[in-house]
């Protein structure tokens, strides 16, 4: 099973971006899929979570200006980022909570994908 993440890149300040991350592999069921980010010097921070029910949770930060969702069918997630400030800049992260064929539930993160947001 793998998560691969893809949609970064360089924009300006007040601009927008999709990232989307798919996972692969051996999967019965995904739970919880989730984004989350690093700046430099600075810890992981949950950004947005959605369950499969799609309910949904967001850092205060990214309230109104972030939109997750998901493609069941296509055991995809996407962040849906808008009003970018330079403070958003970090690589981001997909992590899923997913059932294998085995029965067992894992926890698996994405590569990463960096945004960058300029002033």
């Known amino acids: 099973v793998q998560l691969q993440a893809c949609g970064g890149g360089l924009v300006q300040a007040g601009g927008s971006l999709r990232l989307s991350c798919a996972a692969s592999?051996?999967?019965?069921?995904?739970?919880?899929m989730a984004w989350y980010r690093q700046a430099p010097g600075k810890q992981r921070e949950l950004v947005a979570r959605?369950?499969?029910?799609?309910?949904?949770n967001y850092a205060d930060s990214v309230k109104g200006r972030f939109t997750i969702s998901r493609d069941n069918a296509k055991n995809t997630v996407y962040l849906q980022m808008g009003s970018l400030k330079p403070e958003d800049t970090a690589v981001y992260y997909c992590?899923?909570?997913?059932?294998?064929?085995?029965?067992?539930?894992?926890?698996?993160w994405g590569q990463g994908t960096q945004v960058t947001v300029s002033s």
């Open positions: 592999g051996s999967i019965f069921s995904i739970n919880t």
């Open positions: 992590n899923a909570d997913i059932q294998r064929s085995d029965g067992r539930w894992y926890d698996y």
């Open positions: 959605i369950t499969r029910g799609t309910n949904t």
